[in-house]
């Protein structure tokens, strides 16, 4: 697989799934001398090369042949939580097809301390150099796993004293009033369709997010990155608790 972009570049380079780096001739020294550093292979080529294997300009002059990105289990990200002694904090995606949105969703779920991203495997984009990219290095630290029924695996949370939010820009329920203590599962849907039935049915509550302006939605990523982050704010010591 292609991936390009400086910063994915260099944490797959960090975990070890670079054979080889192609790199613009005109690059700056320093980056170069990075690159070079992990003793990978690198080859300089002209730009106009690197656009068309990336099939876009935006590869900031770099591009590496690694191995594809591999989907992690749903037992992966529940023993990870186990593993650090932390409460459960996972993001379960309902029909997030855009790479955009899922790659910045990936990224905003890494830094703000999830332990996964789980998405239905015929309701989603593939983990795809553009998903990389955008996550920014995120798919390196971050387990990201499919399942074949979402609300099914919703049922089998909540079986294991999983709390499950479901993002609703109708909902009644203020994101803010909420307590994120526990074991906890934040679903997101698709931008315009938002959550399907049967995934809104199976959530224990739905939530919304406050809006002043006039445009009454927010981006499907912006809105997970807001209700990650209220989260950790309420798991924080001191935090919104019932």
Known sequence: MLLYGRNPV???????????????????DA???????????????????LDQLAGTTAHQGVIAEVEDL?????????????????????VLLDGI???????????????????GVIVEERRSAPLSPVV??????????L????????PRLIDQLKTDGVWVYGAAGEAARDLRELDYRGKLALV????????????????????SIPVRGRVQSLNASVAASILLYQALAGREPGGRGK
């Open 10 to 28: 260099l944490e797959a380079l960090r975990d070890g799934r670079v054979t080889e780096v192609l790199v613009a001739r005109g690059v700056e």
């Open 31 to 49: 980056f170069v001398r990075e690159l070079k550093a992990t003793d990978v292979r690198v080859r300089f080529a002209p730009r106009i090369e």
């Open 70 to 90: 591999e989907w992690a289990t749903v037992d992966d990200i529940l023993d990870r939580a186990e593993s650090r002694g932390e409460d459960l904090l996972v």
């Open 97 to 115: 097809t855009d790479p955009r949105n899922f790659g910045a969703i990936i990224r905003s779920a890494e830094v703000l301390g999830a332990h």
């Open 132 to 141: 990389a990219k955008t996550a920014a290095g995120a798919t390196s630290y």
């Open 143 to 150: 387990p990201v796993a499919q399942t074949k029924n979402l």
């Open 188 to 207: 997101i849907g698709a931008e315009g369709e938002g959550l399907r039935r049967l995934v809104r049915e199976k959530c224990d509550e739905l939530v």
